[in-house]
């Protein structure tokens, strides 16, 4: 036992960090091996030929204009806000801009408008924009709007929200987003 410890005191740890080293390259070599075997035998794996002529140009990014000139007021959240008004929590899935009443709200995108009472659907290809809080100027269902066009004015209140905002939720998929990775 003394001469273990003895060897260990002098040049045993030299020894030990060497083995340790050996042990993790040899480790690191069986992994690369093992990944190179699966990348052949995978249907997925193609040439760097193959790869580049797949390669596509990523479409431009889709901004959209703001739904009033005012602030935000509330943003988008996928979870439950308190609603002090109210004195309730509940899910938010839109975002609420500040509009007094009679202020422009306007077409954050090109799209067919669809009205229901205070409320102003706004839809393409790619999206659906509810608006509440709107009273609808000069627009009928089924008309075809320009982004940036005016849609009608702030009604001055939004049920279940409050007053001087316009609510607007939108949805992709069907599935509520923010639209504020949208604004430019």
């Known amino acids: 036992m003394k001469k273990i410890r003895v060897f260990f005191q002098n040049t ?4 030990l960090a060497v083995v340790c080293v050996m042990a993790v390259l040899l480790s690191a070599l069986w992994t690369r091996d093992e990944q190179r075997l699966s990348a052949r035998e995978s ?5 760097g030929a193959q ?14 204009a703001a739904p009033t000139a ?6 988008f959240s996928e979870e439950a806000e308190y609603f002090p008004d109210f004195h309730l929590y ?13 202020d422009k709200v306007f ?7 669809s009205v229901d009472g205070e409320t102003v659907w706004l839809q393409n290809a790619s999206f659906r924009l ?6 609808p100027m000069k627009i009928k269902d089924g008309q075809t709007v320009k982004k940036g066009s005016v ?9 279940y929200e409050g007053e001087n905002l316009v609510c607007v939720t939108l949805y992709q998929n069907e599935k509520p987003v923010d639209i504020a990775r949208f604004f430019p």
Do not use: C, I, N
């Not at 249907?43 to 040439?47: E, M, Q, S």
């Not at 509940?90 to 009679?102: I, M, R, V």
């Not at 077409?107 to 408008?113: C, L, P, Q, S, T």
């Not at 849609?151 to 049920?159: N, Q, R, W």
């Open 151 to 159: 849609l009608g004015e702030a009604a001055g209140y939004v049920p």
């Open 12 to 15: 045993g740890h030299y020894w």
């Open 70 to 75: 005012d602030a935000v007021v509330r943003s």
């Open 107 to 113: 077409a954050a995108f090109d799209g067919m408008v």
């Open 51 to 64: 790869r580049l002529a797949s390669v596509t140009a990523s479409p431009a990014p889709v901004f959209m």
């Open 130 to 135: 509810r608006y509440r809080g709107v009273v």
């Open 90 to 102: 509940a899910l938010h899935p839109g975002t609420d801009f500040y509009a007094e009443k009679g």
């Open 43 to 47: 249907p997925a794996h193609v040439d």
